[in-house]
């Protein structure tokens, strides 16, 4: 039962902290499950991550349930989904009642502006911590950079990037 709500509390702390989506979440998800608890090892948080990005839904809330079933089963997936949302899920709901109203204010404005570059930080710092244990070997590289061009220049769908790393993954190795 103790590992129940240890997943329940780390996730709710991620969640509570989470700014920005579930990419912006991702080293903060790093550190609590990989580092500090030792639930998975960077490579399977990877792996989750890849895995997540396939399923719909939202990354925050699937890799919770992942890693909740994981370490705790069924029940750990509960309490991870739960305790990722369950702040937010508050928090939206009482200030859905006032942001309209507030939305305008010099200092609401001046919180976003804040927040916002805090993000790029957090997904850069994802990008980065994936990116060191994804990209292992030249393959890889060529991998990423044709699915970045393709993406970024072509303006392919992100499924057909994912569809097209797991045929090229099938070709070159």
Not at 147 to 160: C, D, E
């Amino acid at each position: 039962m103790k590992i129940i709500v240890d997943i329940f509390l780390t996730f709710m702390k991620i969640g509570a902290f989470g700014f920005g989506g579930g990419l912006a979440m991702l080293p903060l998800i790093e550190k609590e499950i990989v580092y500090k608890h030792s639930w998975i090892t960077l490579k399977e948080l990877v792996d989750i991550i890849a895995i997540v990005e396939m399923t719909p839904g939202p990354i925050a809330i699937n890799s919770s349930t992942f890693v909740g079933y994981k370490v705790g089963g069924f029940m750990g997936a509960i309490a991870g989904s739960v305790g990722v949302v369950i702040i937010s899920f508050i928090l939206m709901t009482i200030l859905a009642k006032y942001f309209m109203r507030m939305k305008d204010m010099d200092e609401v404005k001046a919180v976003f502006r804040g927040i916002r570059p805090a993000v790029i930080g957090l997904i850069l710092s994802a990008v980065i911590s994936v990116g060191r244990t994804s990209i292992v070997d030249v393959k890889s590289v060529m991998i990423a950079l044709i699915v970045f061009f393709g993406l970024v220049k072509l303006k392919i769908h992100p499924i057909l990037g994912i569809v097209l790393a797991g045929v090229l993954g099938v070709i070159m190795y």
